[in-house]
């Protein structure tokens, strides 16, 4: 309860720091430089700034799994939605679901930056300073990193201008990496303080964990193996991180939109093409006689039914599955397949996840390909609700979407920028063309 009261709290704090136009309509109302310039101000925000970045999931996920084709629109959906489950040409600039997907993810980035620039100039408890920097960081650095897997290129910095010139997806990545690699080792120097810890870190948040998990996800994604492997095993995988939501401030997402309003279900594929035996299906998904609004057949959501459960921001069977593709990349085979059948063989975990299947012998995965190929496979039924297959389709070299409709991976490679952005910012790039 204390912490649902603080969330109230900083999230009608965060309105006033974010919403400057507010202090013409009232002006006893704190300015953003009041809020920024006070220690409370910036626990307050720091404390919104999670709750910010939780109302970002959804889009993440439906964007990655509607373009992947594992969800399927229903009649309640909405157009936007559709037109991701479409692809091709039918997703344009005005596309309601990207222009909200850019925005939310740019409010926290916005915030974040507010953070890293001001949480110093105030008295401040070092380990509380120290904590809040690095939970900027690690935000900051997870929401431009899911926007460089949805877009070729994206400003790095937005508080220093109102156009802010755009940066390739090499630039971005070592960007996110750097973010991640400072978080690290500012909480390492002055370890996070008590007040930080038991007032302003969401309730199940593992900040030590997220940081070096997400370390390991954006040093895989941008092609060093090593630096994965390396956060990867600094990764407690007996602990999780979670998101917390509760039924009276902030409400989980996903649960909104699959469970109250209905607008995508998972296609029946994902039940069909598994694995026999793999106990991960009925984790995810259950099976109902049900076509979606294109006629393919669904199945139900299982997790994440209730408007409080938490939302874990990453897995420990991705970690492990990290380990596994670092070492094939690098054709460790041996030890890939060490760590591949960690999660194939597991009935549990943390997160109470578990495929319960056989181990695969080198026998069965002679070469770096089949290993990768396994690997690709184990990913898409461990972490089928984390929004990371789009970008998966990309890195395993998977069909896009240029290539046949029967068989291509995607519905889209990249998005196209949001109109309103383009209207706004001169230096926004063409297009891709798919």
């Known amino acids: ?4 009261k603080l969330l109230t709290i900083a999230l ?36 919104g700034m999670q709750a910010q970045y939780g109302e970002t999931i959804n889009e993440t996920i439906e964007v990655s799994n509607l373009i992947t084709r594992q969800y399927a629109t229903m009649p309640s959906s909405v157009l936007g939605l559709r037109e991701l489950e479409t692809g091709g040409a039918d997703v344009q600039g005005f596309n309601g679901t990207v222009n909200s997907f850019w925005n939310s993810q740019y409010r926290v980035i916005k915030t974040a930056e ?12 070092p380990g509380t300073a120290s904590g809040i920097l690095a939970l900027a960081r690690l935000i900051k650095a997870m929401s431009l990193g899911e926007l460089i897997e949805a877009f070729v290129s994206v ?25 991640l690699e400072s978080a690290r080792d500012g909480l390492a120097a ?48 007996t602990k999780t991180s979670t998101l917390f939501f509760n039924s009276a401030t902030a409400r989980n997402p996903i649960f909104l939109i699959t469970v109250q309003i209905v607008y995508y279900k998972p296609v029946d594929t994902f039940r069909l093409n598994a694995e026999a035996g793999d106990r991960r299906v009925t984790f995810w998904v259950s099976e109902v006689n049900e076509n979606s609004f294109l006629g393919k057949p669904v199945d139900n959501f299982v997790q994440y039914r209730l408007d409080n459960s938490p939302y874990f921001v990453y897995l420990p ?23 591949l059948n960690k999660v194939r063989t ?12 056989a181990a695969k012998t080198a026998a069965d995965l002679p070469t770096q390909a089949a290993i990768l190929d396994e690997i690709y496979k184990q990913r898409g039924y461990e972490l089928f609700i984390s929004g990371l297959r789009w970008g998966d389709t990309r890195r395993f070299g998977k069909p896009g979407a240029e290539t046949d409709p029967a068989t291509r991976s995607r519905t889209r490679n990249w998005l196209p920028y949001p109109d309103a952005e383009r209207a706004a910012n001169p230096n926004t790039p063409a297009d891709p063309a798919n």
């Not at 006033?16 to 925000?45: H, R």
């Not at 954006?218 to 090593?226: M, R, T």
């Open 346 to 357: 597991k009935t549990t975990d943390a997160a109470g996840i578990g495929a319960g299947l």
């Open 12 to 47: 009608a704090v965060l309105a006033f720091a974010m919403g400057c136009s507010l202090d013409q309509l009232n002006p006893n109302a704190p300015t953003t430089e009041d809020v920024l310039s006070s220690p409370e101000g910036i626990k307050a925000i720091a404390i």
């Open 114 to 125: 507010d953070l890293i620039n001001n949480a110093n100039k105030v008295p401040l408890d």
């Open 155 to 179: 400003p790095i910095d937005v508080t220093t201008s109102q156009t802010p010139t755009f940066s390739n997806r090499a630039a971005v990545l070592a960007t996110v990496i750097g973010l």
């Open 1 to 4: 309860m204390k912490y649902i």
């Open 190 to 237: 002055t370890p996070a303080s008590t007040d930080f810890n038991a007032n302003i870190l969401g309730t199940g948040f593992n900040l030590p964990n997220t940081i070096n998990a997400m370390l390991a996800r954006y040093a895989l994604i941008a092609g060093d193996n090593a630096k994965a492997l390396a956060a990867a095993n600094a990764v407690d995988l």
């Open 317 to 339: 069977g991705e970690v492990t599955l990290i380990k596994a593709e670092a070492y094939a990349r690098q054709n460790d085979l041996a030890n890939a397949l060490i760590e």
